[in-house]
């Protein structure tokens, strides 16, 4: 397909980003092309429009990022033989070599070679973006667009809450970001006795009791160790989910965490972690493990059947929409804690 269209592009090495006109990717034989119907943004956008000291070292503008989205395709490569023009689908993020040794042992979800759409390929704030079919999931024709965009977040909160068993068990969700709030919903959803939440946000400590939290803590009013105990007979909790990134907030996940019990981590400091090993991971026999992306296409299956069966209902954290021309008031929104999941309609 000939022609320009609009896009988020991240323009510069610095804070901010531009709507342009671009041209239209094209396609090669293995791809497809996708009219985007609706984009979501991501934590990890949020640090690409900042610009932190990640994404200085990681990316390289000028280019159109944005990771998540649903849409319908529009033209589809010449080897491409399982999907068909006006398929409704979403995609994978993770584009993977799949001859690497972990990709050769089913565990392409942790790639050596990984890259990333919007990261480290040109991304879904657009009108159109262009994909390897062998990334794509096809949605249900009933799902909603806003819904169909954030599944690829919600496989990361997935991932990290079902990576161990949590029926009958206590689980701490540290940080309500979208994900968080998301993680909040499966751990209910999986028969989690008791569903902590924890953050400094007042707004999303609402959202999260709205995703069915049995508990919601201020960790800025309130010892979050302290009331993690006080609710659990003193024997910490069973599972602890690390969504905020802050050193001060680990800590306190591997302080509340019982012995024997498992902390997986999503979240991406941006600093060191100061934690206290001996006393708080040997001698506790702690699980730890580190939460990257979404099983492929495992954890797919699970969101697909989650929301297709109404054990998880995401709509509360659906809180804003925007024409892809306001694209800053999302990104406000997002520095300044005041939403949920924010959704671009190009």
Known sequence: MNGTMKAIVKHHHGSGAELREVSIPSIQEGE????????????????????????????????????EFAGEIVEIGSKVNNFSIGDYVSAETHLVCGHCPQCLTGQSHICENTQIIGVDTQGCFAEYVALPASNLWRNPEGLPT????????????????????????????IGCGPIGLMAVGVAKAAGASQVLAFDLNAYRLELAKEMGATATINSGESDPVKEAKERTNQHGVDVVCEMSGHPVAMDQGFKMITNGGRVSILSLPTTPVTLDITNDVVFKGVHVEGITGRKMYETWQQVSRLLDSGQVDVKPILTHHFDLEEFEKGFQLMNDGKCGKVVLHP
């Open 146 to 173: 806003d819904i169909a965009s954030i599944q690829e977040p919600m496989g990361n909160a997935v991932h990290t809450v079902l990576s161990g068993d949590v029926a009958g068990k206590t689980v701490a969700i």
């Open 32 to 67: 497809v092309l996708i009219r985007v119907k609706a984009t979501s943004i991501c934590g990890t956008d949020v640090h690409i429009y900042n610009w932190d000291e990640w994404s200085a070292s990681r990316v390289n503008p000028p280019y159109v990022f944005g990771h």
